[in-house]
């Protein structure tokens, strides 16, 4: 089993920033990537950002060089960096992290965007 536990959500203006973490405890071997999803209301999940164990990143289109995913694997921990928001970046952002047979996510943390 792994817990994920999400932080760093918040209110901002647009054109700001924030930063979301991710922090994995429990069987944290097993993972083989991490990433960041979000869902708005009234809208599907989304695939936000991912981050494999070999380095390899992808972005949906629409973050694509305003967002950076991280890791830490000393801290066990994941790293949402946004720039640029947008109100269209409203969402709660969920922590995802798994291998080929099971995926585990965190709580979730809103972020809102707008002034």
């Known amino acids: 089993q792994v817990q994920l536990v999400e932080s760093g959500g918040g209110l901002v203006q647009p054109g700001g920033s924030l930063r979301l973490s991710c922090v994995a405890s429990g069987s944290t071997f097993s993972i083989i990537h991490m990433s960041w999803y979000r869902q708005a209301p009234g809208k599907h999940g989304e695939l936000v950002a991912l981050?494999?164990?070999?380095?390899?990143?992808n972005y949906t289109d629409s973050v694509k060089g305003r967002f950076t995913i991280s890791r830490d694997k000393a801290k066990n921990t994941v790293y949402l960096q946004m720039n640029s928001l947008k109100p269209e970046d409203t969402a709660v952002y969920y922590c995802?992290?798994?291998?080929?047979?099971?995926?585990?996510w965190g709580q979730g943390t809103q972020v809102t965007v707008s002034l």
């Open positions: 981050l494999t164990n070999g380095g390899s990143t």
């Open positions: 995802n992290a798994g291998n080929q047979l099971v995926d585990y």
